[in-house]
């Protein structure tokens, strides 16, 4: 049997072409600092002696991994998934590979977690951390490059506005008639969740006899699930939960109980997750756009991997969605 063809070497590609290894690893690599000319000429000649880039002989001689690490809190989340999906598809369709770690909503592992995966790779981006202001910047100086997701700092950051579009579902709740209204609490960690309660504040400043009742949950189904007799105590017609799941566990143990939605009590969630408009009835509630997020986020990392400075911060908003979970109150 015949021995396979002996593979051309990033030496040979250079003695071919005329010019040092450095020259062919930043051609290969795709730097456009390199002159097109002999940028050409390098790709002519590993097309002539079928010279293709080996992966991890690339690695060592530019020094990077060719990969990066995403730091979320929750991957049960659909959130997160969705956000990781758009992050991914961008980073791959660049030569990336991505590192996941997911710290279960603990600070402590999320900072133990950043530190680690970044040491794997070429670049961090911390999605939602949950650390507070002083252990997040002691990271940050640590993990450079690093993006951050939903959460401002001294590193680029692209999130969602979540204090416009929570406030026009206070407004729509309103609109309905709705005066005492109960808010399910999430994460007091999250940083959207300070914007979150920003909307209330305005609402009850801005728009009169409006009562704005809130109730510790948290951020997954059974939370949602659990604050049903808390939200029926309160006395109010509608609720708006932290997020799609925590709203998705209310509705399901409304109609266990036998209370009515929207009839007795409308809900309204935040996300809009693949499953709310599937919900009996549909979830009234805000778009995220989460794979946009996460494309924005590795376009940020690529330009600091690039030596390139991004935009500082970079906002989406989320548009809202009227389902039929809210209606008018009962008289």
Known sequence: MAAAPKQATITQVA????????????????????????????????ATLGYSANPLA?????????????????????????????????????????????????????????????????????????????????????????VLVNRAGAAPSVAADYRTPLRAIIDHLYGLGHRRIAYLAGSRH????????????????????????????GVDFAAGAASLSAVLDSGATAVLAFNDLTAMGLLSAATDRGVSVPGQLSIAGFDDI????????????????????????????????QGREPAAELTVVPEVILRGSTAPPAR
């Open 190 to 217: 999250s940083a959207s969740n300070a914007q979150r309660l920003a909307a209330l504040d305005d609402a009850r400043t801005q728009l009169a006899a409006c009562e704005i009742v809130e109730i510790p949950a």
């Open 58 to 146: 690339r690695s060592l001689v530019l020094g990077r991994t060719q990969t990066i690490s995403v730091v979320v809190p929750d991957l049960a989340n659909p959130t997160f998934q969705g956000m990781l999906r758009g992050l991914s598809r961008a980073a791959v369709a660049d030569g990336y590979h991505v590192l996941i770690s997911d710290s279960d909503e603990h600070e402590d592992e999320e900072r133990v977690l950043a530190l680690e995966s970044r040491r794997r790779s070429d670049g961090l981006i911390l999605c939602a951390p949950r650390m507070s202001d002083a252990a997040l910047a002691d990271v940050l100086g640590e993990v450079a490059p690093v």
């Open 15 to 46: 003695a071919h072409a005329g010019v040092s290894l450095a020259t062919v690893s930043r051609v290969m690599n795709g730097n456009t600092s390199v002159d097109p000319a002999l940028a050409e000429r390098v790709k002519s000649s590993a």
């Open 274 to 305: 693949p499953f709310a408009r599937y919900t009996s009835p549909a979830l009234t509630t805000a778009a995220v756009p989460t794979s946009q997020l996460g494309a924005h986020a590795w376009a940020a990392l690529r330009s600091l991997l």
